[in-house]
């Protein structure tokens, strides 16, 4: 059964000519293991809700994955696809991709993310257990990694987070197979990996990865485990006969045809490409079906639960109903008491109508939850002895909370939403952007979000940041102009099913600019804040704190007979997805001048590259708030300035 895997990675491999056929070879004894004997799955539902999650972190050994798919008989990941590998509109790519085919859990390839996001699937099988009980949420999460995971700095935070939460449902399985792309990993790689493990209060092991019964020992004791486990399978890359290496010795070396019918030698195998035996293709399409039983009792249970509906909404994705109302009545009162807040406690204000609404919405913060306020008073946290909370304490790690949050929300029945300083999203990006190409909703609150946030100084000021994430396709990132727009551009966060968003959020006082709640106007991405007195002279454009400064100059310019428009966009993402004509009434044929504490890049989008843009030029300085501003320029009366300039 594990020479079926071997030989449909090699025939795969040899026909797209490309791909790592060296993985899933070495471990193909310990996935069969796994498969046909641990892993609980059902091949009829591979979404089926109580399944075991299986992470392959180490994704450039995706034929790993396709074959155990295609062989347990999981439709969707037939010959043909694999024959497709690596071909356009493949769900066989090079690596593993969400949304390809419903048995994949994550996309993986970036070393380090599938080890990491498998322990934010871990904490929200606990949280579900705690709120519907085991009768409904009782599984485990399986990971394969490499020794690249392993050597990744995301590995050793997460790590370090679910021993921290004792996640005794997390088992990982280490390819000690000692290769890596520059050849033996000792060139690079000699710390005892076992014993940090152990430091961090895993429980270890260490097995010959190519015996079945002794794989099958090590998997059995780690389900009794009260610790997360880590399992290092030692293993020989390219494995095609005992006790002897295949041909496939590289990390990144494709098969050539000699080369593959070498190995298909080794391994006895002299059947024609892609062809699997019957016997060893029933073998294998039962085990898909070997938990068919188990779900059809789930099922019968579910169907009978005092909290079906509750657990078939949450799973779904789907938002509770009333939360609208409540939320509603919120963003009025705001409207009418027009507080003077920092955005990061508007936020915070929002938090707590949104949370106790919406019962999946689980926060957290990297150590900062009173700068990012992101807490809500009267939810209690999480902790190892007790997931029944809703607060994630993250410790300094936005690299791990970040892939905890993805795998949080692709386990589903959690809306995870988390904080750190807008600085510090270089730590978040990557997990951020396998978001973002995932379509998965993980909200971030970024705040301190400017050089308003004052004596922090130039290493806490982002002015570049905004620009950065702004490039990531499919990431909506929010700069709210006052707390009404806060509370709007969190309904949206909330709302968005299809990909991750990005609140950065100010630390000093913002005046109230609105006092309409009725419509959502920032859900176009950008609208008319202050229209002009006549015909347009100018149109400023600003988000975040700096609104209320544009306001102040457009004021000024009527003041002296000059007509200008004022526009705030919240969202450029979402305004660069309305009609030509929607855009062209908001921004106006009028010269127009761009405004914000940050560079300029990306801004020419919007006000053209004949433009005028008032922003800052290089890195910021540490003083007051106050003197910031007037200091690098951005002021009410430079605006002014720019404006008369642009229409003179």
């Known amino acids: ?221 780690a389900q009794k485990s009260r610790k997360p486990v880590i399992i290092a399978c030692r293993t020989i890359i390219g494995f095609s006969a005992p006790k002897k290496a295949g041909t496939a010795a590289s990390h990144g070396a494709a098969l050539g045809p000699d080369e593959a019918s070498a190995a298909k030698s080794a391994l006895g195998w002299n059947h024609a490409p892609f062809e699997i035996p019957e016997g060893i293709k029933g073998e294998w399409e039962a085990a898909g079906r070997r938990d068919a039983g188990t779900r059809r009792s789930w099922l019968k249970r579910l169907a009978k639960h005092p909290q079906r509906d509750e657990f078939e909404r949450a799973v779904a994705g ?47 913060s990297a150590d900062l939850t009173g700068s990012n306020n992101t807490n809500v008073k009267g939810i209690p946290s999480i902790n190892p002895d007790n997931f029944a909370g809703r607060y994630v304490h993250y410790g300094i790690r936005e690299h791990g909370m970040a892939a905890a949050m993805n795998g949080m929300a692709l386990h589903g029945g959690v809306i995870p939403y988390s904080g750190t300083f807008l600085v510090f999203a270089d730590y978040l990006r990557p997990s951020l952007r396998l978001a973002a190409l995932m379509g998965i909703r993980a909200i971030h609150v970024l705040t301190h979000d400017s050089i308003g946030l004052g004596e922090d100084g130039p290493t806490h000021q982002p002015v570049e940041t905004l620009a950065s994430l702004r490039a990531i396709p499919n990431l909506c990132t929010f700069r709210p102009a006052d707390t009404l727009e806060t509370a709007e551009c969190w309904e949206i966060a909330v709302r968005r099913q299809d990909g991750p968003s990005v609140l950065a959020l100010s630390r000093q006082n913002l005046p109230a600019l609105r006092d309409d709640a009725g419509e959502n106007r920032s859900a176009r991405g950008g609208y008319v804040i202050r229209e002009a007195s006549a015909e347009r002279k100018a149109t400023i454009i600003a988000t975040g704190s700096e609104v209320h400064i544009a306001v102040a100059a457009a004021e000024t310019l009527e003041a002296e007979g000059i007509p200008v428009a004022v526009v705030s966009m919240p969202c450029w993402e979402l305004f660069a997805l309305q009609d030509v004509q929607h855009q062209q009434a908001v921004l106006g044929t009028a010269p127009r001048v761009g405004v914000e504490a940050a560079l300029r890049f990306g801004w020419d989008r919007w006000i053209g590259a004949d433009g005028i843009f008032i922003g800052m030029q290089g890195f910021g300085a540490s003083a007051p708030a106050e003197q910031l501003y007037p200091h690098f320029g951005i002021t009410a009366d430079a605006i002014a300035a720019a404006v008369r300039k642009s229409i003179s």
Not at 87 to 99: F, N
Not at 177 to 182: M, Q
Not at 343 to 360: F, K
């Open 1 to 221: 059964m594990a020479d079926a895997i071997r030989v449909l990675a090699i025939d795969a491999v040899e026909k797209a000519k490309s791909g790592h056929p060296g993985m899933p070879m070495g471990m193909a004894d310990v996935a069969t293991v796994l498969w046909t004997r641990f892993l609980k799955m059902d091949a009829d539902d591979p979404r089926w809700a109580d399944r075991d999650r299986f992470i392959l972190s180490a994704g450039h050994g995706s034929m790993l994955m396709y074959a155990l798919l295609h062989l347990t008989g999981q439709a969707g990941m037939g010959i043909e696809e694999i024959k497709r590998f690596r071909q356009l509109h493949s769900p066989a790519a090079g690596h593993p991709e969400y949304g390809e085919h419903p048995g994949i859990e994550m996309t993986t390839g970036p070393l380090g993310q599938g080890i990491s996001t498998a322990v934010g699937f871990a904490m929200a099988e606990r949280m579900m257990a705690a709120r519907f009980g085991k009768s409904l949420v009782d599984h485990r999460t399986w990971v394969i990694a490499s020794d690249g995971d392993l050597q990744e700095g995301i590995s050793h935070e997460a790590s370090s987070l679910a021993a921290h939460l004792k996640l005794n449902k997390l088992c990982v399985l280490w390819d000690d197979n000692h290769i890596s792309i520059d050849g033996d990993t000792a060139v690079s790689f000699t710390e005892d990996v076992l014993a940090r493990y152990r430091a961090y209060g895993w429980a270890t092991r260490r097995i010959n990865g190519h015996d079945h019964e002794e794989i099958a020992s090590a998997l059995s004791w």
């Open 318 to 364: 789907r938002l509770p109903e009333g939360w609208q109302e409540s939320f509603a009545a919120y963003k009025a009162k705001v409207a009418e008491d027009k507080p003077k807040i920092a955005s990061r406690i508007a936020s915070q204000r929002a938090l707590e109508v949104l949370v106790p609404a919406i019962p999946e919405m689980v926060g957290g």
